[in-house]
């Protein structure tokens, strides 16, 4: 493993939960899922389980640190598939041989039913040569801001990204979704810093001033992103930090298409604001080949089932299979709409891939650091 992965890891496996690191097993399923929200939804599962009567037993998760922690740890033996963002599987769990590859016959022709517009994205499902298939992507997007574009205007929100958490006049008006991973990409960016390159001391207390300011400020902090627009709704805030399509969306589609997704279109990484995330779904090498993880794979990629995840219940997101004829026209202009559709090339165009901060270890400890010295 990579020294940049060993710190990210070393650092979450200390945040374990102590079941994890107590190896206190639970019972396994036939079907064992750590994931983001979405791929436990009985829309994606049912029909699975109803063709190959298989069991599932699926976990969700917020960061994907602590969550590749314990794929490798000794929760290892007690999960199939782990859905992660991007370099995880690639810069982390693949070189450390916790995920297998998968079977080129089998998954290599589905590159060619994504969407042609975002293809250098599809690089961090590839080992590192570029010669291994290490898992299957689906959802991706950016991830920043979210607005209510009936306070705070759209070209506003676009223009000063996270410094508008420095107006004095917008103090108590927003939250701070507890995303920890990107959180620290984010108030890197409010300081000006380049959370992908080694930062110095002074860098550092930089980054921990501006966390501490934004905990400060915050009138809502919480890791549910539903209560965080249940806030921009009823207008106990006008904008949350650290939050996407994948956030906003059950807004959106309850009919407040004044809560919007925003991309900030400049920033201290190549003169670009934002990150944009593509989710990697992999197998767990048990040392043997799983026909479920593998038909899961299958399935969640299938025509059918991809629109579903797309759209679960608690988060709507785009997909990289919608450039997939079969799969796009199942896809209704309401429903493009609720995804921000006709802008979602060019925000992506302004965004750098989610990466791992060499300095990830100490930011995340700041990170806490300054979350508890405001609370």
Known sequence: MGEIGRHCFDTALDRAPVHALNSVMVERADLNVLCWEGYEDPRVVDPLTERHGYS????????????????????KSSWDIVNLNNPFAREVLYPDGVIRTLPQDRFGPEYNRLLPQFESLYEWTRSRDGNDIVGVCQRFGPFNIVINEDRIARRTAESDGFRMADDPALANLYGVLEYDDFNIFHICYAAGLNPFTELGSDDLNEFESKARQWFVGAAIVTSDHIEMNRGLVDGTIDFYLSGGMYTASPARRDGHRNIVAITPRTGPVDGKGAIVFIEVTSVIDHGHESAPALRFLEHILSADIAPAVAFTRGSCNPITQMGDPKVFEQFSAD?????????????????????????????????????????
Do not use: F, M
């Not at 992506?348 to 806490?368: D, G, K, S, T």
């Open 56 to 75: 599932v037993r699926a976990e969700t998760i917020v960061s994907d640190a602590d969550t590749a922690a314990r794929a490798a740890g000794p929760e």
């Open 335 to 375: 429903q493009l709409d609720i995804l921000q559709w006709d802008s979602l090339e060019e925000d992506v165009a302004h965004c750098i891939p989610y990466q791992i901060p060499p300095n990830h270890a100490e930011l995340l400890r700041r990170l806490r650091a300054a979350k508890s010295s405001a609370g």
